[in-house]
């Protein structure tokens, strides 16, 4: 399959006020404010990929019958793309985007789409919407590209028709809070179970989430975190970030890919970087109980959680149905915020990219 589907373009007739504009860049938050265009691509069992448009930003037209209202067959992916101290736009590995929204689409029984047509597709975006690179410290432009089912059919089977969109959200700081650290809330829920979709970026994850993150917030904590399901013991992930354990002999340990939490490439990036400063760091099972134990021996230091969205995040606190524990001073850690500055050093273009992770745009 290739990428070599022509673009239609089709500009916005009354894009945002240029004031408006910079009122939203110098404080843009996380996902409440969309650019002037998005991108659209359909899917047919006759036709495969076609139709591909930049457009203007707006609701799209939907059959109440569409799969993904009732069975929830979709998907999705976050990345950012960042403007660089000689004024270029970058993507952070796209191309890794690409290849986990594929591993989501075989999960979902949806059509993949090649990954040249996929990176191609938000780059059309980005130059579109260029204008809308926030202006704030540490702001991006957040993508989201995602597919849902649109054939009109109730039978429970794949649909036959599907699209894929890209939009666009510049962003800030995900936590609203601004805390140093965030406190967790750890969930009596089950985010995802062996053999269930727990490595797929699909909605439905996030649709089951939702409870417990809401009892999450009620109990004054940032995000949730989840257990495994079989032994409700060992640590998996949050609610859409990975975790990292900090140990006083400056090793790290990160809950293994087992199928049910999603393959972050955040992670897998941090992994790289920290291998590189000579630490040693695991793939391994932690429990909650080796967590609260080394907690308070001191042989623990810090924890972070890790995604697009939160970049790197100290985790100060930990609370469940037994109380609630501190890590380290309960503050933002030395391991935790050098390897936060490795790592956006190369996302924002100030260090060299050694690793092929930063893909600019022409
Ligand atoms: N885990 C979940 C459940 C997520 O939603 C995310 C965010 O995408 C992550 C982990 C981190 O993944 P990434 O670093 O690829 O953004
Ligand atoms: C991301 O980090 O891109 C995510 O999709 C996570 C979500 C909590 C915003």
Not at 131 to 151: N, Q
């Given at each position: 399959m290739s990428a070599s589907l022509p673009f239609a373009h089709v500009p916005h007739p009354a894009p945002t006020a240029a004031a408006v504009r910079a009122e939203v860049l110098a404080n843009p938050g996380f996902g409440t404010r969309f650019t002037d265009h998005m991108v659209s691509i359909d899917w047919s069992e006759d036709k495969g990929w076609h139709d591909a448009q930049v457009l203007p930003y707006g609701p799209i037209p939907l059959d109440p019958a569409a799969s993904v209202l009732h069975y929830a067959q979709e998907i999705f992916e976050g990345l950012k793309a960042y403007r660089h101290p000689d004024g270029s736009m970058a993507l952070f590995r796209p191309d890794a985007n690409a290849r986990r929204f594929n591993a989501s689409a075989r999960r979902l029984a949806m059509p993949e789409l090649p990954e040249d047509l996929f990176v191609e597709a938000i780059r059309q975006l980005v130059r579109a919407?260029?204008?809308?690179?926030?202006?704030?410290?540490?702001?991006?432009?957040?993508?989201?590209?995602?597919?849902?089912?649109?054939?009109?059919?109730?039978?429970?089977?794949?649909?036959?028709?599907?699209?894929?969109?890209?939009?666009?959200?510049?962003a800030g700081n995900y936590f609203k809070s601004g805390a140093p650290a965030v406190s967790i809330w750890v969930s009596d829920y089950t985010r995802a179970a062996p053999g269930g979709t727990g490595a797929a970026k699909c909605g439905g994850n996030y649709a089951a989430s939702l409870v417990p993150t809401a009892e999450a917030f009620a109990q004054g904590h940032d995000q949730v975190l989840f257990l495994d399901a079989a032994e409700h013991k060992w640590i998996e992930e949050l609610g859409g970030m990975n975790l990292f354990f900090v140990f006083a002999d400056g090793s790290l340990i990160t809950p293994p890919l087992t199928g049910t939490i999603l393959p972050g490439i955040t992670r897998d990036s941090l992994l790289t970087l920290a291998r590189e400063e000579g630490l040693t760091v695991r793939e391994e099972r932690y429990s909650l109980d080796q967590w609260r134990a080394d907690a308070a021996s001191g042989q623990l230091v810090e924890v972070f959680a890790c995604g697009t969205a939160a970049v790197v995040t100290p985790v100060g606190k930990v609370a469940d149905r037994n109380g609630d524990f501190t890590i380290g001073s309960g503050g933002p850690g030395q391991l935790t915020g050098k390897l936060k500055a490795r790592l956006t050093a190369i996302q924002r273009g100030e260090a060299p990219d050694s690793h092929g992770w930063v893909s600019v745009l022409d």
């Open positions: 919407d260029k204008d809308w690179f926030p202006t704030v410290e540490g702001g991006s432009l957040y993508l989201r590209p995602f597919m849902i089912a649109t054939e009109a059919f109730l039978g429970v089977r794949p649909a036959k028709q599907y699209k894929f969109l890209v939009i666009a959200s510049p």
